[in-house]
């Protein structure tokens, strides 16, 4: 909390607004001009896969013109969650039909 009101006063002093992507993520760079800084301030839940692929090339640089606004899809990032991919390889994929022919290793 008391980080983001840090964010928010540095912004409000030393920053100056770029523009926003489809999320309303607000994107800035500071005013000086020989000490050049790039930020984002989310808006929701702070998520770094929430940033689309030309709005991240321009916080670090990869870019000097800011991109245009798009709207694109975002899913979220669901690693380690119920939500998550499995592979096809897994053991609760395969079907109980194919677990017949199944025969476990054992030492004789």
């Known amino acids: 909390m008391l980080d983001r009101l840090k964010l928010l006063l ?3 002093f ?3 607004k770029v ?3 489809s999320f309303n993520n607000s994107y800035y ?3 000086n ?3 050049r800084k790039r930020w984002v301030i989310y808006n929701g839940v702070d998520d770094p896969s929430k940033i689309p692929a030309d709005w991240y090339g321009w916080l670090h640089f990869l870019i000097n013109t ?3 606004f798009s709207a694109k899809n975002w899913l979220p990032n669901t690693t380690g ?3 998550a991919q499995k ?3 897994s053991i609760e994929n395969i079907p109980q039909s194919a677990l017949k022919y199944y025969n476990s290793w054992s030492p004789k």
């Open 29 to 31: 760079c500071s005013r």
């Open 66 to 68: 800011p991109p245009s």
């Open 19 to 21: 523009g926003m992507d």
């Open 10 to 12: 540095y912004t409000r």
């Open 81 to 83: 969650t119920k939500f």
């Open 14 to 16: 030393f920053g100056q």
């Open 33 to 35: 001009i020989s000490f």
């Open 87 to 89: 592979h096809i390889t």
